[in-house]
């Protein structure tokens, strides 16, 4: 399923237009309330590119631009993610780069992880500081 989702990121990432389809994740537990208060702190402009829309639409689910920017809350943790992985701490938000995909990362919190597909001419770092902000205020809720 991650990888269908993957798929379908990256393709939206090779320039399709329109509506971008992106297969929304289906958080469990704590994930959901957190994921849902994470769609109210999301940014309406990343890294210059605007909100845009995707498809199926979900609250958990946000791209920018025509899908060059796009975040997915509540997935699994990553498959790829070893208990002794070094996560680089970003705006204090620990992140997880796929050693298989350089444009995929997760933020890894204690109530929800979150990917984030970067793509296009967008440098990665000043997304995932950008995104972090939000997200740490997701991490630091009380469960």
């Known amino acids: 399923m991650r990888a269908a989702a993957v798929l379908l990121v990256l393709l939206a990432l090779a320039g399709c237009g329109g509506t ?3 297969d929304p994740p289906a958080p469990q537990g704590d994930a959901v309330a ?3 208060k994470l769609a109210t702190l ?3 402009t990343l890294d210059g590119d605007p909100r845009g829309t995707s498809t199926p639409e979900s609250p958990y689910v946000a791209v920018w631009g025509q899908g060059t920017i796009a975040l997915r809350c509540g997935v699994p943790r990553p498959a790829k993610m070893a208990p002794t992985d070094q996560l680089q701490e970003i705006g204090g938000v620990g992140w ?3 050693p298989d995909r350089p444009a995929l990362f997760t933020a890894v ?3 929800a992880y ?5 793509g296009g001419e967008h440098v990665a770092a000043e997304v995932l500081a950008d995104l972090s902000k939000p997200i740490a205020q997701i991490s630091a809720q009380p469960r």
């Open 20 to 22: 971008v389809q992106v």
């Open 109 to 111: 919190t204690d109530i």
């Open 42 to 44: 999301l940014p309406e």
């Open 96 to 98: 997880f780069a796929d």
């Open 114 to 118: 979150v990917e984030v597909t970067v």
């Open 34 to 36: 957190a994921c849902g």
